[in-house]
């Protein structure tokens, strides 16, 4: 991890040492000499990396090195600061000789230089005591570690589901589905790491659960919980799954207020909560008198590993106690070998040693799938199979199952590449069960200099890639995927949590504020603000701060200005996050942090941008989603590193009832100056847009991703096409017209983006456009208001081979569709929403044979369900909202000749609709 400092810290260097030599008189020999010794440690600390675990002095070592990285790459900072302003490596050069004209100036750099040589050659010694035992590691070089891509989601959610629990599962849902009406508490216990959260969520998403329950919720309670917190999850969770309003003022009710809806809801209703990872009898005392027992079998699953509360929670509602044993030693084979060799047999030459390796796991689910995960990548020999078995057999031999699991675990941190370790460290700054944003996570990486640039590669795609390492090695889990496929959410293990919140503070990697009875660091470079900062805390210094990071509806101007005094302005600041705090104005003390690169204010109640923000010219990242602001400053063209620029908000109330649900912002003219910019959401093409001026910009940003555009005029569409045909990186692309009857002329495109995964137009269309059956790689499209006439439009797009996603709202006016046989092979998710002039809709046999959501919204079809809906045998889940009654009525299981025999093979079938301003839903079956 120490190669990541020296890294960034190298690069830096070379500007440095080539532009301003000539200014550094008498400092010159030291500059070098400091360069050059920081590049002989590179290659010893590739190999330091991997040892530095079995070696305590080693590791100190190792850290010394780091430290010394990051007060010299400080120390060059905060000289820019001083001498250049820091407006840019070019410029800054240009001014220096401006600046610098006094003997003080160049003696300040020269003692700085000659005090970082000294403090090297005191580490460097320390090197020397190490070069043995390099030379023995070089002679005895160990082999060549095999990587594999990413193979799919191997992740201990996933796995652990496939041995060994289908006993256990088998009993839960009997115990949950039988016949007494009385309200009961399933308890399942056992220690960390058996799977109790992934047999729950197995047994949760099972079908036979789905269809017996009408309302469910799924609560994670941990260590340190806020029932408030909590009870709004519910809340939200149980009126979301039927469509209903959550109560106005929810956020601001006090803990009985929220207990009282949360009960009244739930009467005379038959449902299942889930309460996971209980800890103590104070936890489950929050919450018992919050769910009414109305005599209609309800159900409370309690996961715990307190195998006292357990029998205590379920003796008192009636219910069972399941105490989650490791896995047999043949599940834990059958796992090891899927895992470990891709569902292929263990070679014969390795099964001792595997084996002998699988025992030392006893049977716990996370560390089998772990250590497999860790050999997956190694190379099938004798020789290294028996190495780790020796280093395993050192760290179990203890009785503390736990402690040998953490240290299984933390083998396989220790194994993974110098390249992956800070970054997986990294996810310490999140508080406990967060749901972690794919993109926040990569832009996150990126802003903290932890990934590094590869030919051909955008950093955010190298940034994925570390991704794909992580998760093959199941050290991270997928949460959720959107409906393109892509990956949205990931969470840690409860388990993987603590020990790199144990070791990133060991290593003064980050610093989390809600740690309480913990030492701070004389230097804090991370700060994680999970609550206030206390009294103790407010003696740090921060004058080394890189990254501040705040969690939770606080006031993060205080933190920000007590923060900002403390480190004496926070110079340094490279990353700022202040997403979802309580902010309404812009903070002044932000435009000095001249070295900022990523700046969130995603989710506050801020309303204007200073004309100020062009002084941040190293900010790459400018992320204002779901706030007030409407327009940026020209300024902002000032920021020629920008590469994700995030502004608009989106009213979810809206977004089923109102043409205009999203705004987006007034771009300045000359935005196509912005030429690194990835991201562009969301732009209203309607401002100063005199002859399509500012959509001609827009194609001058030919290194974009993902491009919104809002309010955009038929007259505009034959520009938008033009720009469209040189953006030939996009992915994804929305336009949304500026009213609901304005036709979007997209049919122009000669040359469509081949890269485009996923197509959004909002706004009457005419046709479709003519290049979308060329456009191969579309994962996901959405038409929304098209009220398209006589044309069927599933012909332009039931051939589209990764089509896994369709939506059409008010987008067709015609009175039949057909999915033909043989179309959209591999789609799994269809919307037909609003379509009121729809009779009729049929699915030929081998169409849509894919297809596992279906759902239907206020279409007319006042006959019957989609005729061959039979043929879709793999469809999970039906949706009927505000359908005719004459329909919803055939589906009654007891009418002779009615339509239940063509849904019956459904596991679950929703029916839902509006009813005097209130949304009501019900489970059919």
Partial sequence: ?????????????????????????????????IRGEFERMTAFLRVADAMEETDPGLEVWVKQVREA??????????????LGRHHGYGVFLRKVYCHIKTIKARHQ??????????????????????????????????PTVAWYDSRGDALLLKEAELVGIEKPKSQLIQWLAEDDPRLKVVSIAGMGGLGKTTLTKKVYDDPIVKKHFQNRAWITVSESFKIEKLLQSMIEQLFKEVKQPIPQGVENMDTNSLKGIINAFLKQKRYVLVLDDVWDIHAWQSFRYTFPNGNCGSRVILTTRNINLASFCSGEYHGYVYNLMPLSPEDSWTLFCRKTFQGFSCPSYLEGLSRDILRRCEGLPLAIVAISGLLSTKEKSMEEWER????????????????????????????????????????????????????RLIRLWVAEGFVEAKDGMTVEEVAQ???????????????????????????????????????????????????????WPKKVRRLSVHQNL??????????????????????SFSILSKVALLGNGLRLLTLLDLEGTQL?????????FCHLRQLSL???????????????????????????????????????????????????????????????????????????????CSIEANHENNNGMLLREVGKLTQLRRVHILKLRREDGKVLCSSLEKLKNLQSLSVSAIQEDEIIDLDSVSSPPQCLRTLYLAGHLQRLPRWIPSSFNLVRVCLWYSKLRDVDPLRSLQDLPNLASLEILHAYVGEELCFKAGAFQNLETLVLAELKELVWVRVEASSMHHLKKLSLVKCKLMEEVPSGIEHLTNLERLQLFDMPHCLISRLNRDLQGGDYWKVSHIPVVVIGGWKDGRWQGSFLF
Wanted: aromatic share 8%; hydrophobic share 40%.
């Fill in 602 to 680: 995603r989710r506050t109640n801020l309303k204007t941008i200073p004309k100020s923000i062009g002084n941040l010219q190293n900010l790459e990242t400018l992320d204002l989603k779901q706030t007030l602001v409407t327009e940026l400053p020209d300024e902002i063209l000032k920021l020629q590193r920008l590469r994700h620029l995030l502004l608009y908000r989106v009213d979810l109330k809206l977004v089923m009832s109102s043409f205009h649900y999203h705004t987006g912002f007034k771009a300045p003219m000359g935005i196509g100056s912005l030429s690194s910019l990835q991201k562009l």
């Fill in 465 to 519: 890639s570390y991704l794909n390492g992580l998760i093959d090695r199941s050290l991270i889990q997928v949460a959720e995927r959107r409906a393109d496929r892509r990956i949205k959410s990931y969470r840690i293990h409860d388990l993987w949590r603590e020990i790199l919140v144990s070791k990133s503070r060991e290593q003064n990697i980050i610093k989390v504020a809600s740690e309480r009875g913990i030492a």
């Fill in 69 to 82: 990285a990051y007060d010299t790459g400080d120390a060059l900072d905060m000289h820019r600061l001083h």
């Fill in 584 to 592: 309404e104005t812009f903070p002044n003390e932000v435009v000095k």
């Fill in 388 to 439: 780790i078995s020796r280093s395993l057999g050192a760290e179990l031999e203890g009785n503390e199952k736990l402690t040998s699991m953490s240290r299984i675990l933390s083998l396989s941190f220790f194994d993974l590449p110098w390249n992956l370790k800070l970054c997986f460290l990294y996810l310490s700054i999140f508080p406990e069960d967060y749901s972690i944003d794919h993109w």
């Fill in 1 to 33: 991890m120490a190669e990541i400092a020296v890294f960034h810290l190298l690069a830096n260097f070379a500007p440095f040492i080539q532009e301003e030599v000539n200014l550094l008189t008498g400092a010159r020999d030291e500059v070098e000499y």
């Fill in 109 to 142: 750099i020269a003692s700085e230089a000659k005090r970082i040589k000294s403090r090297l050659v005191n580490i460097s010694e320390g090197h020397q005591r190490y070069s043995d035992m390099y030379r023995r590691q070089e002679q005895g070089s160990r």
């Fill in 534 to 555: 206390e009294s103790e805390q407010e003696r740090s210094c921060f004058t080394h701060l890189r990254s501040l990071i705040v969690f939770g509806s606080i006031d």
